[in-house]
């Protein structure tokens, strides 16, 4: 094991990579990050992950999968990265408490939802709150829902809950939409989807999850409360990439560019995950990410 890899991430695509270069005879060291287990850590029942037919709990998959790596030989640093430095041949990684020299870096540190930013978000955060249709719209047959904000993603997120709902109330602060006009129109026929324009969530309430809402119309003033059965959240992500700027090369919104695979502009540096990807977010496609960013290490050692 004369070749070490840091892993900077703890959520499906570090694990992943983790597995697979520390059982490819790679010294393997990854830094969880401020959440261990990824956003997979806080979900609970998860019914889309291969090889578990009756669901799982989120964290259990995760406990699983640091398990697995460890059982390997990965070594875990339950820390978050504050500072870097990839430009060099040794990549220097620096945490709150150490400092490690290693040969590659992976980067797998996952985007975040953008939450209404209220005092009882994680109260409700998979309690009927969700960042994600995709991973939980089946949970809400039969409900009605509220998807929050005006551009595609929300009305990519509101067409898709049509499936599964009785009706989806898109909650933005404007009058008018910010998505493209092709999106706008899927949204606006569909017989499901009603509009609340002008208006913002100021709070969630409930007893052990999501039951109603107050509903804030700033044209208006005029505050009233509104029962719902769940919250999605439709205004976007933000990458974890902030502490790699004027380094690794991003796009507009922050995410890592990868060229050849996993490969970024520096050599030696891997990206995978959601960290990357503006698409798809699941976390079977992120633990995909991880073992090709994890081959595309390895490769990089043959060299």
């Not at 709990?57 to 640091?66: C, F, L, S, T, V």
């Not at 009882?120 to 719209?137: I, L, N, P, Q, V």
Request: hydrophobic letters at 35%; charged letters at 25%; one cysteine or more.
């Amino acid at each position: 094991m004369d070749k070490h890899v840091v892993i900077i991430g703890g959520g499906a695509a570090g694990y992943t990579a983790a597995i697979y270069t520390s059982r490819g005879n790679i010294q393997t060291t990854l830094v969880t990050g401020p959440q261990r287990g990824g956003q997979l850590a806080t979900t609970t029942e998860v019914e889309n992950f291969p090889g578990f037919p009756g669901g799982v709990m989120g964290p259990e998959i995760m406990d699983n999968m640091r398990s697995q790596a460890e059982r390997f030989g990965t070594e875990y640093i339950d820390e978050t990265v504050k500072e870097v430095e990839l430009m060099g041949k040794k990549k220097i990684v620096r945490t709150g408490t150490k400092t490690i020299v290693s040969d590659a870096v992976i980067i797998a540190t996952g985007a975040k939802a953008k939450w209404l930013n209220l005092p009882e978000d994680e109260k409700y955060k998979g309690r009927g709150y969700s960042g994600c249709a995709t991973c939980d719209g089946v949970f809400f047959r039969g409900k009605e829902v509220i998807v929050v904000g005006g551009g595609d993603t929300a009305m990519e997120e509101s067409v898709f809950l049509t499936q599964f709902v009785n009706k989806v109330f898109v909650v933005h602060r404007r009058d008018t939409l910010r998505a493209t006009k092709i999106m706008q129109d899927r949204a606006k026929r569909n017989s499901k989807i009603e509009f609340i324009w002008d208006s913002e969530i100021k709070q969630i309430k409930g007893d052990t999850r999501v039951e109603s809402v107050l509903l804030y119309n700033n044209k208006t003033g005029v505050t009233k409360e509104m029962g719902i059965d769940g919250i999605f959240m439709g205004i976007g992500h933000t990458p974890s990439t902030e502490f790699l700027r004027d380094q690794v090369e991003l796009d507009a919104r922050g995410y890592i560019l990868t060229k050849d695979r996993t490969m970024t502009n520096l050599p030696g540096v891997f990206a995978a995950g959601d960290v990357r990807d503006t698409i798809y977010r699941q976390a079977i496609t992120a633990a995909a990410d991880g073992c090709k960013a994890a081959i595309d290490c390895q490769r990089y050692f043959e060299q």
